[in-house]
Each structure stands twice: as C-alpha cells, then as structure tokens.
C-alpha cells in the first residue's frame, strides 16, 4: 500500500483507496445507524415526500414517541433533516444521496435473488 493524494491507502495495482481510519468511523456510524429496519421503514416513508411524525407513525404502525426517537437518531447523523412549521415539525431526507443508498441495497439484495434462484 502506498498513500494517496486524498491521504487515504491506495492499495497497489488496483487504483483503489482505504479511506482514513477518520472516514471509516464515519462509514461505520452511518451503516449502523442504517441497520436498524425500523429506521430503515421511516426512510422508506420519506420517500414519498416531507412528512410530520404523525404521518411516518401511520406509515411505520408504530407510537410517537418510537416514531420521534427513531427521527433523532436519524437525524442526528444527518440522514434526515426537519423544519419547524408553526406548531408541526416536518421532516425529510436530508439528501438524494439517501434514496440512491436504498436502491443501491435493494438492487444488490435482488441481484443476489437472482443468482441464487
């Protein structure tokens, strides 16, 4: 291995980065935070557009209070973001990036169907 212009590991003959160990604590955060299905069912409810707790809890068949935590934690790693409206507060997906992650792992999911199959 040798470094990158991009301070990470590049791995020799493969063009290929290890990203710094700062990166990866990142990824790795991010990963977790996506692991949990009930998270991954809000995300899946954004899709569809910004929406109030109320309005994710319908979706998800869960309490509020489960619905708001599970918000928290998405949003506190930037996954989702949320706008105070009146007396409502709104949330979203924070960025495009988001869906692409989803339908990344779908598609990989379904790959791997159709190789088994």
């Given amino acids: 291995m040798k470094d990158c212009q991009c301070g990470c590991k590049e791995i020799e003959g493969n063009n290929t980065c290890i990203p710094t160990k700062c990166v990866i604590c990142e990824m790795s955060k991010v990963l977790k935070v996506l692991s949990d299905s009930t998270r991954l069912k809000i ?17 998800v068949n869960m309490s509020q209070s489960a619905v708001s935590h599970q918000l928290r934690v998405l949003k506190d790693i930037n996954l989702v973001k949320c706008v105070k409206n009146s007396n409502r507060v709104i949330y979203a997906l924070a960025d495009d990036h988001i869906k692409t992650i989803l339908e990344m792992v779908q598609e990989h999911i379904n790959e791997g169907e159709n190789i088994n199959a």
């Avoid at 899946?44 to 929406?51: A, R, T």
Wanted: proline share 0%; aromatic share 6%; charged share 30%.
């Fill in 43 to 59: 995300l899946y409810s954004l899709l569809e557009g910004d929406k109030c707790v109320n309005s994710i809890q319908d979706d």
